[in-house]
Nanobody, 118 residues
Framework: QVQLVESGGGLVQAGGSLRLSCAAS????????MRWYRQAPGKQREMVAT???????NYADSVKGRFTISRDNAKNTVYLQMDSLKPEDTALYYC????????????WGQGTQVTVSS
């Protein structure tokens, strides 16, 4: 089982930046997809950014050009650099690992709160 621990959330003014980290308990080099999701109060959880084991990335339209996902396999850590933050980015941010080992598996972190003030 993969355990994930997020950190780096906090309170920031609009236009500011934060970097989230997701530390995994195992090597992430072979994990097919590492993703960041977010969930705002009263809304469904949405995918924010994805990075594959090969390094390809994908972003939600709402964060393209502002957020950057990256991975450091040596540290078993995935990052989400968030720039030009907006109040609508306020949410609980979750890290997700999605991998194939005979079947598909998922693991989730506990989440880290990001609050952007106007």
């Amino acid at each position: 089982q993969v355990q994930l621990v997020e950190s780096g959330g906090g309170l920031v003014q609009a236009g500011g930046s934060l970097r989230l980290s997701c530390a995994a308990s195992v090597s992430i080099a072979s994990i097919n997809y590492m993703r960041w999701y977010r969930q705002a109060p009263g809304k469904q959880r949405e995918m924010v950014a994805t990075i594959t084991s090969g390094g390809s990335t994908n972003y939600a339209d709402s964060v393209k050009g502002r957020f950057t996902i990256s991975r450091d396999n040596a540290k078993n850590t995935v990052y989400l650099q968030m720039d030009s933050l907006k109040p609508e980015d306020t949410a609980l941010y979750y890290c997700n690992a999605h991998w194939y080992d005979g079947e598909w598996y998922d693991s989730w972190g506990q989440g880290t709160q990001v609050t952007v003030s106007s």
